[in-house]
C-alpha cells in the first residue's frame, strides 16, 4: 500500500466537517447582528469575535482549497515533511474552531 492509509488522512473529513459547520453558524450571526440592538461596545466584541471566526475559517478553506493533496497521496513512502506540517495546520485550525463553538 502506499503511504496514504485512512489514519494519515482522517483530519481531512474533519476539517471539511468543521467548515460547513462554521460557514452554516456564520450565516446566522450576520442575520443576529442586523436584528440585534447591543450597545456599542457589546456589538463591537460582536463584531471582532466574528471576525476572529471568520479569519480562521478563512484559513483552514485557504488550506483545504489550494494544497495539491494528490501530490501526497501518490507517493509510495511514508509521508512527507510538508505533508505533516500542513496536516499539522489543518488540524490547528481545527482546534481553534471547535474551541470557539465550545465557548458560544
Known amino acids: 500500500t502506499g503511504l ?3 489514519k494519515h488522512v482522517e ?8 467548515i460547513v459547520s462554521c460557514r452554516r453558524f456564520l450565516k446566522w450571526t450576520y442575520a443576529h447582528a442586523f436584528v440585534s440592538d447591543l450597545h456599542e461596545s457589546q456589538q463591537q466584541l460582536f463584531d471582532l469575535h466574528q471576525a476572529q471566526l471568520e479569519g480562521t475559517l478563512e484559513r483552514l478553506s485557504d488550506i483545504m482549497e ?27 485550525l481545527i482546534d481553534v474552531l471547535r474551541a470557539a463553538f465550545a465557548s458560544l
Open 66 to 92: 489550494n494544497t495539491a493533496w494528490d501530490e501526497y497521496t501518490r507517493r509510495l513512502a511514508a509521508p512527507a515533511r510538508g505533508f505533516q506540517d500542513v496536516r499539522s495546520q489543518v488540524l490547528g
Open 11 to 18: 483530519f481531512l473529513d474533519e476539517a471539511v466537517v468543521q
Open 4 to 6: 496514504t492509509t485512512a
